[in-house]
C-alpha cells in the first residue's frame, strides 16, 4: 500500500523547517504529525521554542504554538511504498517538492533533518539553496541509541535561526 505525507504545516513567516521522512503508521491513523506517544519530537521541539509544555497542548495549539514561534513541519517523502513505520522499509519514494516549498518561504533560513533518512533525501533536494542544512538525532523511538538529554541539545542548535 502506497503511504502519503500530509501537507506543509507552514506560514510565510517560517524560518525554520523541520522535515522528517514519512509518517509512521500512528500518525497515519491519527492523522497528525508525530502521533506515536513514544516518539519524542514534541518534547524536542518544545525545548526549541521554549516551550516545554507544548506536548500536553492539544494537537492544533502545538501546530499553532510552532507556527507563531517560525517553526514548520514536512516531509522529504511525498509518498511511498512501506509496510510498518521503519524509514529502512521505504521503497519506491516520490520525494517531496522541498526546494519548491522552500523558494515560497521568504523567511526560511534553515532546515532541520529529524533522523538519517530525511538528512539522506533532503540534503540533495536542497543541495545549492542557500540554507543551513542541520543533521537531528531522529525523535523516533527506535533510535534509542543516544540519550534524551543529547538529543535535545543537538535540537537546540535550532534556537540560533529564530532570532
Known amino acids: 500500500m ?8 507552514v506560514s ?8 522528517g ?15 506515536h506517544p513514544q516518539n519524542r519530537f514534541w518534547h524536542l521541539a518544545g525545548a526549541v521554542i521554549g516551550r516545554d509544555d ?5 494537537y492544533d495549539a502545538r501546530l499553532a504554538a510552532l507556527l507563531s514561534a517560525g517553526v514548520g513541519l ?5 509518498s511511498a511504498l512501506r509496510e510498518g513505520s521503519l524509514d529502512s522499509a521505504i521503497r519506491e519514494a516520490e520525494h517531496a517538492a522541498l526546494a519548491e516549498l522552500a523558494a515560497g518561504l521568504p523567511q526560511l533560513r534553515a ?11 533532503g540534503r540533495k533536494l536542497l543541495a545549492g539553496s542557500g540554507l543551513a542544512l542541520v543533521d537531528l538525532p531522529s525523535s523516533s523511538p527506535t533510535y534509542a541509541a543516544m540519550p534524551f538529554a543529547q538529543k535535545r541539545a543537538r535540537w537546540l542548535e535550532l534556537q540560533r535561526f529564530l532570532d
Open 2 to 9: 502506497r503511504k502519503s505525507a500530509f501537507p506543509p504545516v
Open 12 to 19: 510565510p513567516d517560517t524560518r525554520v523547517l523541520i522535515l
Open 21 to 35: 521522512s514519512l509518517p509512521g503508521e500512528a500518525s497515519l491513523a491519527a492523522q497528525r504529525y508525530y502521533a
Open 54 to 58: 507544548l506536548p500536553s497542548l492539544d
Open 74 to 78: 514536512w516531509d522529504t517523502v511525498a
Open 111 to 121: 532546515v532541520g533533518f529529524n533522523g538519517g533518512a530525511s538528512a539522506r533525501i
